[in-house]
């Protein structure tokens, strides 16, 4: 199990059982804090309690070994996270601990005296943690390629998690792929007593708080929490506001860039790794590293905005230029290094400047989750706007209208908006007109309300259930309203739910194997928790503002790089996927979706997933996204020999 993980951890690996008590814990190292033995794990606290392997880093310990040594005498071994933490455990407990990490992790903790397994993953899930029951034994790993490793692992799919899979284009939490299989949800603690557990029945999702046959699990930390207190004492004075949140990223930033080995920074261009490049090179003394990825097809090219920046900061910047080939020869990859179906395609760039980086690089900080926290994504001012347009207009003429647009192609709407646009403002500025008309009329149809039409743009397949044979697709958060916490604006809703939902399961999955697979480590600024706190506090007057997201970020960042640098339509971080599946990846692709192939696994309907295929080919319509999901899932399902 722990060779299977060698990729997270190459230089240095360690096993540790005990056999009485029928508990072994297993760990790979990636070493950046203390590169000697000393930071060696499995690691023991000093009173022989506890035994702890953790994945990620606690970016806070030298502020914590200090707070401990001034309570009274501490004999150090090294300078490393894992011993602090062992420390402040066996010191402060548990919990009282957690409260104080900044950080991302995944522990498994046993307490010897206790006869108990905890399980912790860290606020908003940037580290992984699988666990279930399997052939008699609770086995949890980073990676479901580690459970799969077990003698007698069962691995048997999930139909239902299937669908759910087609509709997000990746695996929510706290489903895996696979029954009895379970990711830990973010900010949580699973408790496990060895004395009186039992595997876990089925039919019972494990969410939060859950207390059964021994085992339990709770929130430490509560997003929803902190969005209703936040709400509560909002910072209305703008200045203030600024000030503070400017604090608050500068020191997460300087946190953030302690290591013990080569460190720098990805740069797109865009609002947020702009931002944090700013912070950390103005912390540093030496021009810090930079790192972006060019592509030659000028749509998906963000090379020459992060240049510019780069250029204006001063960093030591390195282009990573990559060619179609490259991209497409990583597809046959991508099975094995995302573990489980996972279907954004930006996957393929980020694993492309991830692996290029590492050439140069351990540690790399990025500029993920300022979309969620801050309003960067188009949908945050746009559900609102479309629905006050259509919502007066009978079903029946929303269907038409709806069928207006699709009537046409892509390609023919993005001519037109080519032509016009130079008489629209300019902060009216769209990538891929098209597509994203195409994709709105998709989903005009049968929505009642803001919420509904925010819903349809998260899913990919509208009917998953249909086209997963056997299936009962699973309500997820994003249909629970009893669980949102009390919000009065539609964004701040979408902001919340894909904090919760889209940013763990999406964005912080598609990093975490994109680099870990070439043995980086990244590492997100905006991701404190004192930040997400802070965001929080923000009315959204100082995040969507003139038909802009991130209002207070760029205010912030035009401090350091002008305007004009900064200012251009969100781009995303993509491949030309429509054209690939027409070309080189056609036969690729038709091998995989075969409709003998189809029928004989059994899994999909057929007719569904053919149709949209013939559709993508012809140009009719472009069905890049939903073939893709399929396709993804086809390829693992080849890649573990099912």
Sequence with gaps: MVASLVHRGPDDNGVWGDDEAEVALGHRRLSVLDLSQEGHQPMLSKDGRYVMVFNGEVYNHPLLRAELEGEGEVHWRGHSDTEVMLEAIARWGIKSSLSKFIGMFAIALFDRRERKLHLIRDRVGEKPLYYGWSAGAFIFGSELKAL?????????IDRDVLALYLRHMAVPDPFSIYQCIYKLQPGCMLSLDLASARNYPNGITPHAPLTLNGLSINRWWS?????????????????????????????????????????????SGGIDSSLITALMQSESNFPINTFTIGFREKEYNEAEHARKVASHLGTKHVELYVTAKDALDLVQQLPNLYDEPFADSSQIPTHLLCSQAKKHLTVALSG???????????????VRKIWNKVSWLPNGTRQLFAKAILSLPVHYWDKVYSMVSCVLPSSSDLCFVGQKLHNLAERLVNIRNEDELFFSLVSEWSNPDKVVKGACEPVTLLKKKNDW??????????????????????????????????????????????????????????????????????????????????????????????EWLRGPLKEWAEELISEKRLRREGYFNPDLIRAKWLEHLSGVRNWDHSLWAILMFQAWLESIGN
Excluded: C
């Design 368 to 382: 993920d989750a300022g979309d969620e926290l801050f309003g960067g994504y188009n949908r945050y001012f746009w």
């Design 148 to 156: 799969r490793k077990y003698p007698g692992f069962a691995g048997n």
């Design 485 to 578: 916490p009390a919000l009065s604006d539609v964004e701040h809703r979408m902001m919340y739910l894909d904090s919760m939902t889209y940013l763990p399961n999406d964005i912080l999955v598609k990093v975490d194997r994109a680099a870990m697979s070439t043995s980086l480590e990244t590492r997100t600024p905006f991701l404190d928790h004192r930040v997400v706190e802070l965001a929080w506090k923000l009315p959204l007057s100082m995040k969507l503002r003139n038909n802009q997201g991130k209002w207070a970020l760029r205010q912030i960042l035009y401090k350091y790089v002008p305007r004009e640098i900064i200012e251009r339509p969100k781009q995303g971080f993509g491949v030309p996927l429509d």
């Design 223 to 267: 997003l929803h929490e902190v969005v209703e207190s936040g709400q509560r004492s909002l910072v209305t004075k703008e200045q203030e506001a600024l000030e503070l949140l400017e604090v608050q990223l500068r020191d997460s930033v300087r946190l953030q860039s302690l290591a013990d080995v080569p460190l720098g920074a990805f740069l």
